[in-house]
């Protein structure tokens, strides 16, 4: 995602988490995005290149004590992800949990991206898939 993507999904995602918060007891929005090159070769040959952009999100709320739980990867239907949440947590077992507030959350993002994997150039791939072959 680039970052103005990036930054407009955060503020959607806040948006999200404040009405989850206000139409249940907990909730919690976990976003997951990742951005792949696929490579594909066939008969020793480079048969194609690609590049896809992936993004998930979950919401999970605590409403009446019990605990529901959503998925999406359409990012147009946030809302909808938090309706189903609720509606499961009807069926949802009890939650006998408590979820970690903002105080909570780490002041940094855990150190688990490498920059240099990003930067590493598509050419570079590409010989690299060459000498392997």
Known sequence: MTDDGAGALEERLERLL?????????AEVYCLTRTGTPVEYENNRLKSISTAEHAGVAVRVVAGGRVGFSTTTDLDA????????????????????????????????PDTYDPAVSDYALERMLALGERLL
């Open 18 to 26: 404040a009405r989850a918060a206000e139409r249940s007891e907990l």
């Open 78 to 109: 946030l809302d909808e992800a938090l309706d189903y949440a609720l509606a499961s947590a009807a069926y949802g077992g009890p939650a006998d949990f408590d979820l970690p507030g903002p105080d909570a959350l780490l002041p940094t993002r």
